[in-house]
């Protein structure tokens, strides 16, 4: 038996956001998956979606642990993994129909985010969607204890690194020209958030 690349916390999520994904790509054809870490999400969210052409990626330097578990699950609709490094412009086109990316944007710096909607607002296409999971602070405030413990912890690993205020993030998304679609409550004190591009 190959022994893959394991995330608990995406094994852990895994089912709760596909349930949101199949509600809101219902009509979708291609996603670009940013940030697929060890392809568990991808692996599953393309079996679970066949009507959908799922394009796993992460940063150069991860891919190694991304590719195994896509070239084993030998699903017809999942692409082979692409490196992308959000700082690094343009991404591939064509435009997918949705990008996704799941426990991203509290572990790149603040400058990433910027730049992954400076990216999304350059090259989205209307219609498109961007649909971002994970940990938010809203009007300031930690959602939970266990989030403020793990701000510290993230801070403390890598100072450019922490959970986003919510307001800032959306405010980043209509300076891109998306709409809020959804904001959605998810276990253990996470968001699903997704927009739209106008």
Request: charged share 20%; glycine share 4%.
């Amino acid at each position: 038996m190959l022994d893959l690349p394991f995330s608990q916390a995406a094994e852990n999520n895994r089912e709760p956001i596909l349930h949101q994904l199949q509600r809101l790509l219902a009509d979708a054809r291609s996603v670009l998956e940013i940030g697929a870490g060890t392809g568990q999400h991808a692996n599953a969210f393309a079996a679970a979606m066949p009507h959908l052409q799922w394009q796993p990626s992460e940063h150069p330097k991860s891919l190694d642990t991304l590719r195994p578990r896509c070239e084993l699950a030998q699903l017809e609709n999942l692409l082979s993994p692409i490196a992308v490094d959000i700082c690094q412009t343009p991404w591939p086109s064509p435009w997918p129909d949705a990008v996704y990316t799941a426990n991203t944007l509290h572990i790149v710096s603040k400058a990433l985010v910027q730049t992954l909607f400076q990216v999304c607002a350059a090259q989205g296409v209307s219609g498109s969607q961007l649909i971002v999971y994970g940990p938010f602070n809203y009007e300031g405030q930690y959602s939970s204890d266990s989030n403020a413990n793990f701000d510290a912890w993230l801070q403390d690993r890598d100072s450019s690194s922490g959970i986003r205020d919510f307001e800032w993030v959306e405010s980043l998304a209509d300076t891109a020209g998306y709409f809020l679609q959804e904001d959605v409550a998810m276990p253990a004190n996470n968001r699903f958030l997704a927009w739209e591009k106008r």
